[in-house]
């Protein structure tokens, strides 16, 4: 039930956030675009095309609008999800449906291809929500996510922290803890993917004050939904006091702040008897040398003792 926390994350409050920037998100969706961009890229460079593709936490559904301009012809029937209704009524896709990335509604291998821009960094069991990514993938489907992560917004982090303590005596959570780049890897093979990778890039913007970054995130529907954030508004002092940190710290010569955004890149694939396997050790019908083109030096043995052996 949405009135029940068990996480880090409020998820009915996310749906909430995310239906208030619904009308707002397509003046705003920079960061999506580039994330977008960046995984049509990446599936241009597999030699393969996908049936049955679903979109999850596809906002607006500009990812379909892309995957026509970018890589046309490559997917075929596209469906289209996200958490907020307002989000799933923007999309032009008649595919679409309301869909919680915790509680995926689909069957067993329904998709060859499975994408998700920029939705997954505020569920509360990433672990399970990629178990069940998995889950609806047909033998030999492919996942690509691209999420928030590392440092994202760390210099509103800090100010925030910094103005609470010497305003208020304390800190609150202001901004959601992001998954690290070196644990991502390892959440696709526990989840069951194969062949995983991950990488990630960092994006730095510029705005005229921690205020208009502010605005942008409620925009992007991106404001906190933390569970255990203060139900309050912020005092007037602090959030003074947070605007003079950040400026201080983290300005431009402009005088323009910048935030940081990391965006973590996760590709696998689901199982299946037709992946290539690696060889079974001692199983190579070459040598190394022959397959480089190289000569062979063979180094003395050892003694058992583990000394050099006599010259």
């Given at each position: 039930?949405?009135?029940?926390?068990?996480?880090?994350?409020?998820?009915?409050?996310?749906?909430?956030?995310?239906?208030?920037a619904?009308?707002k998100?397509?003046?705003q969706?920079?960061?999506?675009?580039a994330?977008?961009?960046?995984?049509?890229?990446?599936?241009s460079?597999?030699?393969?095309?996908?049936?049955?593709?679903?979109?999850?936490?596809?906002?607006?559904?500009?990812?379909?609008?892309?995957?026509v301009?970018?890589?046309?012809?490559?997917?075929?029937?596209?469906?289209?999800c996200?958490?907020?209704?307002?989000?799933?009524?923007?999309?032009?896709?008649?595919?679409?449906?309301?869909?919680?990335?915790?509680?995926?509604?689909?069957?067993?291998?329904?998709?060859?291809l499975?994408?998700?821009?920029?939705?997954?960094?505020?569920?509360?069991?990433?672990?399970?929500?990629?178990?069940?990514?998995?889950h609806?993938?047909?033998?030999?489907?492919?996942?690509?996510?691209?999420?928030?992560?590392?440092?994202?917004?760390?210099?509103?982090?800090?100010?925030?922290?910094?103005?609470?303590?010497?305003?208020?005596?304390g800190?609150?959570p202001?901004?959601?803890?992001?998954?690290?780049?070196?644990?991502?890897?390892?959440?696709?093979?526990?989840?069951?993917?194969?062949?995983?990778?991950?990488?990630?890039e960092?994006?730095?913007?510029?705005?005229?004050?921690?205020?208009?970054?502010?605005?942008?995130l409620?925009?992007m529907?991106?404001?906190?939904?933390?569970?255990?954030?203060?139900?309050?508004f912020?005092?007037?002092?602090?959030?003074?006091?947070?605007?003079?940190?950040?400026?201080?710290?983290?300005?431009?010569?402009?005088?323009?702040?910048?935030?940081?955004?990391?965006?973590?890149?996760?590709?696998?694939?689901?199982?299946?008897?037709?992946?290539?396997?690696?060889?079974?050790?001692?199983?190579?019908?070459?040598?190394?040398?022959?397959?480089?083109?190289?000569s062979?030096?063979?180094l003395?043995?050892?003694?058992?003792?583990?000394?050099?052996?006599?010259?």
């Amino acid at each position: 039930m949405d009135d029940i926390l068990t996480g880090p994350f409020d998820r009915r409050m996310r749906r909430l956030r995310r239906d208030r920037a619904a009308d707002k998100f397509a003046a705003q969706d920079f960061l999506v675009k580039a994330a977008t961009r960046s995984i049509t890229e990446r599936l241009s460079e597999i030699n393969r095309d996908f049936d049955t593709a679903l979109d999850l936490g596809g906002h607006i559904g500009g990812f379909r609008d892309a995957a026509v301009e970018q890589i046309p012809g490559k997917i075929g029937q596209l469906y289209q999800c996200d958490q907020s209704p307002r989000m799933v009524a923007q999309m032009a896709n008649p595919y679409r449906l309301v869909a919680d990335e915790e509680a995926l509604p689909f069957a067993a291998a329904s998709f060859d291809l499975i994408v998700s821009t920029l939705s997954l960094h505020m569920v509360n069991d990433l672990p399970g929500t990629l178990l069940q990514i998995r889950h609806c993938l047909k033998p030999d489907g492919l996942f690509i996510g691209a999420m928030f992560g590392g440092e994202t917004l760390t210099e509103l982090r800090q100010a925030f922290a910094r103005a609470e303590i010497e305003q208020e005596g304390g800190m609150s959570p202001r901004v959601a803890p992001f998954t690290d780049i070196r644990d991502a890897g390892s959440l696709l093979q526990r989840a069951g993917f194969t062949m995983p990778v991950t990488d990630y890039e960092t994006l730095t913007v510029t705005y005229p004050s921690l205020f208009r970054l502010m605005q942008e995130l409620r925009d992007m529907g991106e404001s906190n939904s933390l569970t255990h954030r203060h139900k309050h508004f912020s005092r007037r002092q602090t959030l003074l006091r947070a605007a003079e940190i950040y400026h201080d710290q983290f300005s431009e010569p402009d005088q323009r702040i910048r935030a940081r955004f990391d965006i973590i890149y996760l590709t696998g694939w689901s199982p299946s008897p037709d992946q290539p396997k690696p060889l079974r050790p001692g199983s190579a019908r070459m040598r190394l040398a022959d397959a480089l083109g190289t000569s062979e030096t063979v180094l003395p043995a050892r003694m058992p003792d583990d000394t050099p052996p006599d010259e």
